[in-house]
């Protein structure tokens, strides 16, 4: 096995970390993965190693704003640039691994930067698969308006965001490892906010151009992103080979729940057969 991470610049102009987990010898499958909002890459190593246990790579960049990257630390100007960045870092991977079919995986805003990406990519993907993907966020109306003013005259504003851990998983060192982590983001900007909600607003345009294999997972007790999330993508995307997949009990992050190595295997006998 071959982990470990390195500085990369993107030809969007982003620089970032790339962090890798690869097979001694030629990997099976590749696959690209995004991160969720306000965490990073880094929290992926277990996810990366069983899939090369597997004999599948795993290739993870900290997005823009997030984590390692060289970018002002919780803002975006334009939901687009993690398309943009995203596009740029599968063609980082391609010409790293010379490898002409590869798979994208995406949690939670990752899931909604991966639908937004592989809607554009069309067919060049072999297949894409979601965690949870926040393709519909519930915000109360008032709460909406504000931000949207706030957007426009104080974007770069910071607002204290305690995410709800008991949320996030049933462990409680994954929760307080959450918590105590630096690289994990607790103020972003208000700019970030109302793009992040522009995403979820721009995306259903995009569904219906989906044709590749899709395996849509979610947990059912997820507090954050509703399970309908992932119930209304997967009747939306116009793929004829597409799973859906909820996790009775399980809360947002399902690659962190007691039983990851389960759903793990799951995702990578998927990967297996559509290799």
Known sequence: ?????????????????????????????????????????????????????KGIALYMYDLRGHGLSKSERGYINSFED??????????????KTDVKSFFIFGHSMGGLIATHTVSRLGDES???????????????????????????????????????????TRDEDIIKRYVD??????????????????????????????????LIMHGEEDCLVPPSASRKLYESISSKDKTLKVYKGLRHEILNEPEWRQITSEIADWIAKHA
Not at 4 to 25: A, D, Q, V, Y
Not at 30 to 51: D, M, Q, T
Not at 146 to 154: A, E, K, M, N, Y
Not at 182 to 206: C, H, M, N, Q, Y
């Open 1 to 53: 096995m071959k982990t470990g991470s390195e500085n990369i610049f993107l030809k969007t102009g982003l620089e970032t970390i790339m962090r890798f987990w690869e097979p001694e010898s030629s990997p099976k499958a590749v696959v690209v993965g995004i991160h969720g909002f306000a965490e990073h890459s880094g929290r992926y190593s277990h996810f990366g190693e069983f899939l090369v246990e």
């Open 82 to 95: 993690f398309i943009r960045d995203t596009i740029a870092f599968v063609e980082h991977v391609k010409s």
């Open 126 to 168: 072999r297949g894409f698969i979601t965690s949870g993907a926040a393709v519909e966020v519930r915000t109360p109306l008032k709460q909406k308006i504000l931000l949207q003013l706030l957007g426009v005259f104080s974007p770069r504003k910071r607002i204290p965001l305690p995410v709800a851990t008991d949320c996030l």
């Open 181 to 214: 982590d630096p690289l994990v983001l607790k103020d972003p900007t208000v700019k970030l906010l109302v793009e992040f909600g522009k995403g979820v607003a721009s995306v259903w345009s995009r569904v219906p151009l989906i044709k590749v294999p899709a």
